[in-house]
């Protein structure tokens, strides 16, 4: 029986793959890998909402732009990245120039007292009165007052270079910070997501120990957005993934991997566990009162619905998530705004 699901679930993943190529070919789409894992999505109709923007955006304007498939699927845009790291390499590297000169012209003016002092000197030698004396002093008191004054500018440019590279360096981070988090919702984003759920599954799997990962997705949000707009759709976003950061627990990741999906992965939590982790999401959405913030204009409440899988060693991420999605799946299906686990016995139910 293993064999026969493994052989049903690579023939599904043909056919995802290639679907997803055929529009990659048809809208005349990039295909680098975040393209792609976009129009992957996109194949499986794990989320029909997100499915229907995209049809609806191509039937309007004949196409979608990558950005906004990117935006949509909780990608960051790839082009902003790069010009705010290009951005920050060319001030750090103006910044190193500057440092550069300063520590260039402080050699120079060291070198020139050097050959003053050593002028000096041999006046002493053939020093042969007070007069002479005094003279030596005053230009030994004259080149140490440049000194001084040079060295009380050096280390005053020296102090604004250090406090321009701390600046640089908070920037460095938040753009490391920025790499990992949706723009709209600062949860982990898609890219972000997928890596730790990787690594949460080795280590779950190393240590024997429970990993649960949850999906969620708004009910109806494609509604939402049509009665209230988009803007009044993000508000919505951000409120719903203020509710997750709520009720997650700082080893948990919660992302948004869609445009209304989000996930949470729950290390080492067992499925009744993180049944209540979801609820307790679940009912704080539900309680919420939504409100369009530019006009004041009531939209009212919302629920979301949930789907639960526990990981199974040996799996690979792909059959986890679909695990997880079969169970949102049949949330909607058996009424949404309630949360199903892969135990229930009605993921499976059609």
């Known amino acids: 029986m293993g064999t026969v ?25 990039p295909g680098d890998p975040r393209g792609y894992g976009a129009w992957f999505a996109y194949a499986t109709n794990r989320n029909p909402s997100q499915n229907i923007i995209v049809d ?43 440092v550069i000169a300063l520590i260039d012209a402080a050699v120079r003016k060291v070198a020139a ?24 002093v005053e230009t030994l008191l004259q080149a140490a007052q440049g000194m001084e004054a040079a060295n009380g500018s050096l280390a005053a440019s020296l102090q604004a270079s250090k406090q321009e590279f701390g600046k640089a360096r908070q920037q460095a981070e938040a753009l490391r910070i920025g790499a990992r988090a949706d723009a709209l919702t600062s949860l982990a984003n898609r890219e972000h997501f997928d890596r730790e759920l990787e690594r949460c599954m080795a ?15 708004i009910d109806r949000f494609n509604e939402t957005n049509v009665m209230f707009g988009h803007v009044a759709g993000d508000e919505v976003l951000r409120a719903v993934a203020a509710s997750l950061r ?6 948990d990741v919660a992302a948004r991997v869609g445009g209304d999906e989000f ?15 979801a609820d307790h999401i679940r009912c704080r959405v539900m309680t919420m009162q939504f409100t369009k913030r530019s006009t004041g204009e009531r ?19 792909w059959a986890f998530m679909q695990r997880a999605d079969n169970c949102l799946s049949a949330a909607k299906r058996h ?6 686990c892969d135990d229930d016995g009605l993921a499976d139910v059609a």
């Open 203 to 217: 280590d779950a799997a190393g240590a024997d120990e429970d990993l649960c990962l949850l999906l969620m997705d």
């Open 56 to 98: 609806q955006t191509i039937a309007r304007e004949g196409g979608i732009s990558p950005a906004d498939l990117e935006k949509l699927y909780g990608y960051a845009p790839a082009d902003a990245m790069s010009g705010k790291v290009d951005d920050l390499a060319a001030s750090v590297a103006g910044e190193v120039e500057q």
């Open 263 to 277: 996930a949470v992965i729950l290390p080492r939590l067992p499925l009744h566990s993180a049944l209540i982790v």
């Open 113 to 136: 007292c050097r050959s003053n002092i050593g002028h000096v000197a041999r006046r002493l030698d053939r020093a042969e009165d007070r007069e002479d004396l005094r003279a030596i």
């Open 246 to 251: 709520q009720h997650v627990q700082p080893n």
């Open 335 to 340: 009424g949404r705004n309630r949360v199903i």
């Open 299 to 317: 939209i009212g409440r919302l629920t979301i619905s949930g789907g639960i899988a526990r990981y199974r060693p040996g799996e690979g991420a």
């Open 5 to 29: 699901n493994a052989l049903g679930d690579h023939k599904r993943t043909i056919a995802y793959a290639n679907r997803a190529l055929e529009r990659i070919r048809h809208l005349g789409q």
